[in-house]
Nanobody
């Protein structure tokens, strides 16, 4: 599956951004999808994920819980990460990914085999 991420940019602290990850083929409901980020000098970390449409279960890293929301955008065949109340610590390159396993009831940050190109998010005043 091919993934294409977009929506990054420069925003002030407290602002919002909406990241989109367009998927190829008829995979939007079939696979689980995850968002990762990598800040300069740091390891890549999982941010949020959503299971296949068999359950729609979601998971958020503690650092973004209550501020970020992951969802499916059926009109655009995309996985969306709505990011609110952004903080300078959220500055990173954000990536979407999938493990291409059909029908999973839970999502995780392991076993990804398809990655989109990153999109830069910069939170600064």
């Amino acid at each position: 599956v091919q993934l294409q991420a977009s929506g990054g940019g420069l925003v002030q602290p407290g602002g919002s951004l909406r990241l989109s990850c367009v998927t190829s083929g008829d995979t939007l409901d079939v696979y689980a999808f995850s968002w990762f980020r990598q800040a300069p000098g740091k390891e890549r970390e999982g941010v949020s994920c959503v299971a296949s449409a068999s359950s729609y279960n979601t998971f958020y890293a503690d650092s973004v819980k209550g501020r970020f929301t992951i969802s499916r955008d059926y009109a655009n065949n995309a996985i969306v990460l709505q990011m609110n109340s952004l903080e300078p610590e959220d500055t990173a390159v954000y990536y979407c990914a999938t493990d291409s396993v059909a029908g999973t009831a839970f999502c995780s940050f392991h076993g990804m085999n398809s990655w989109g190109k990153g999109t830069q998010v910069t939170v600064s005043s």
